[in-house]
């Protein structure tokens, strides 16, 4: 069993609707959170940033951790073609060594 | 100010050949971290360099080597190329390898092509 896990997809819906994207891991030591956004051949970059449990609002984009399920959330409000990319979660201990999730590919249709 | 770089962009490389991969991290960062991203996979964690020495390994057999220079900058070596060797490899850094709340940030990577 992996230690993170995460729907790989595809997922296509519709501009403007609000997109829901998931993980759950196992490791339980886990305390900080990420989201990362990847367009085609290119790097990871740092969307959502959380430490514990709680959410985070950042523009369109929340963040929610439940330790307690170990299950994080990515929520995109009013989506645009341009969210269209993968999206990666990640985790980690207090050690900088981060786990990812597969990543799940997400398509805005105009 | 200038993000992490990496080069070169893209590499051919056959079986059994040797390869350097480059990074130099973010202004004012101190630590380097690479990781090894499989075609539709999610990056794995390779190793991490901080003070020029290696702080953490992932699951990586040793033909997979690495080194830090004094101006933070960093290279992955990768001996005896198997065609699974073939990647995205990405370069992260952060600052502190000890300091918890950091953050990493990435480069664009170097894609690896093993024929």
């Known amino acids: 069993q992996k230690e993170v896990e995460q729907d790989p997809g595809p997922l296509s819906v519709p501009e403007g609707a609000i997109v829901s994207l998931n993980c759950t891991y196992s490791n339980s030591a886990f305390q900080y959170f990420m989201w990362y956004r990847q367009y085609s051949r290119k790097g990871p970059e740092l969307l959502m940033y959380t430490y514990s449990s709680g959410n985070k609002e950042d523009g369109r984009f929340t963040a929610q951790v439940d330790k307690s399920s170990k299950y994080i959330s990515l929520f995109i409000r009013d989506s645009q073609p341009s969210d269209s990319a993968t999206y990666l979660c990640a985790m980690r201990t207090g050690a900088q060594k981060l786990v990812f999730g597969q990543g799940t590919r997400l398509t805005i249709n105009p | 100010d200038a993000g992490v770089t990496q080069s070169p962009t893209h590499l051919i490389k056959t079986r059994g050949q040797q390869v350097t991969l480059r990074c130099s991290p973010k202004?004012?960062?101190?630590?380097v971290s690479w990781y090894q991203q499989a075609l539709g996979q999610g990056p794995q964690f390779i190793f991490q360099?901080?003070?020029?020495?290696?702080?953490q390994r992932g699951n990586f057999p040793d033909r997979f080597s690495g080194h830090q220079f004094p101006n933070y900058s960093s290279e992955l070596n990768v001996n005896a190329l198997l065609l699974g060797d073939s990647a995205l490899y990405l370069c992260a850094s952060s600052f502190g390898a000890s300091r918890s709340a950091d953050t990493q940030y990435f480069g664009p990577g170097t894609r690896l092509t093993v024929l």
């Open positions: 202004s004012g960062h101190d630590t």
């Open positions: 360099y901080y003070e020029e020495e290696e702080r």
